[in-house]
């Protein structure tokens, strides 16, 4: 089961994965602010998780050059992101990398994540991102957060434009400031790795937190040291969709002796000039 500890905090409800069509206003309820978010309990059975899992590390070897998993000081991404500054490989890379999570989800994953985030969303199209010239934006990535290693650092997604000049693609076609994020829990860590919602909204961020130079840093994570905040716990299969774009967040440290966490999943913005949804990451 998902655990929400100081559920007060922040406006967010477990449901199950089963029971999408009776939440059909929630991605409404988001944008209102009425809701920061919710946990959709088992939206993939746990032993496909589990298969999923082992699929990717076959595919993570069998990637040439490496260059799709690569190192970050909680432990590893597979796949790419926006914060690389070479928009073409990106997107070549965004292909690929699609591609390999369809397959490792043998060929399950976008129509899952269509259709929960439709049944969520009515009346909306949710769609992926496409760059000016044709090209789609990637949908999503893969997070891995090995024992012992560092957490993934406060951050919230409305400043990412400012540090990421392969931002402006999607910043032109989507509001941002409507960010949320999605992914599906494939493994769930022993212990640690929850994810913390800090009781500091866009509106209020201080000033310093925004230079590039605190970005992804320590000195956020010192300051928010004494924040009230709510820590959310998901298990394999769980999937959750979260304002993002509103409240700092960060994912604690994963223990020494677990598991790793991995997650897969992106973000997604209101279109400017019509009411879809566009994925990206
Ligand atoms: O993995 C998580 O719990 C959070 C990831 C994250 O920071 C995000 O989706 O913005």
């Given at each position: ?52 899992v082992e699929r990717l590390q076959r595919a993570v070897q069998a990637e ?36 390999i999570?369809?397959?490792c ?177």
């Amino acid at each position: 089961m998902a655990t929400i500890t100081n559920p007060d905090l922040y406006a967010f409800e477990i449901i199950s994965a089963n029971h999408l069509n009776d939440h059909a206003d929630t991605v409404q309820r988001i944008e209102n602010g009425d809701l920061t978010g919710v946990i959709l309990e088992g939206l993939f059975a746990p032993d496909f998780c589990e298969s999923v899992v082992e699929r990717l590390q076959r595919a993570v070897q069998a990637e040439p050059g490496n260059r799709l998993y690569y190192p970050a000081p909680f432990g590893h991404v597979f796949g790419t992101t926006l914060m690389e500054n070479d928009l073409g490989a990106y997107l070549q890379r965004a292909a690929i990398t699609d591609g390999i999570v369809e397959a490792c989800f043998q060929q399950r994953y976008k129509a899952t994540i269509f259709s929960f985030l439709a049944r969520l969303g009515k009346g909306r199209d949710f769609v992926p991102a496409i760059h000016t010239d044709g090209q789609p934006f990637a949908m999503s990535g893969v997070r891995i957060l090995e024992g012992g290693r560092e957490p993934l650092e406060a951050h919230i997604h409305q400043e990412f434009p400012l540090h990421f000049p392969s931002y402006q693609g999607v910043t032109r076609q989507l509001d941002l400031a409507t960010e949320l994020s999605y992914y599906l829990v494939l493994q769930a860590p022993d212990e640690g790795g929850d994810l913390v919602l800090y009781d500091l909204n866009w509106e209020n961020t201080p000033q310093d937190f925004l230079d590039s130079s605190a970005f992804m840093s320590k000195v956020r994570a010192d300051r928010l040291e004494s924040a009230d905040r709510m820590q959310l716990r998901l298990q394999a299969g769980d999937a959750i969709l979260f304002a993002a774009n509103r409240v700092w967040h960060r994912v604690e440290p994963v223990a020494a002796t677990s598991k790793a966490r991995i997650t897969v999943g992106g973000f997604l913005a209101k279109a400017r000039e019509n009411n879809d949804y566009g994925l990206f990451i």
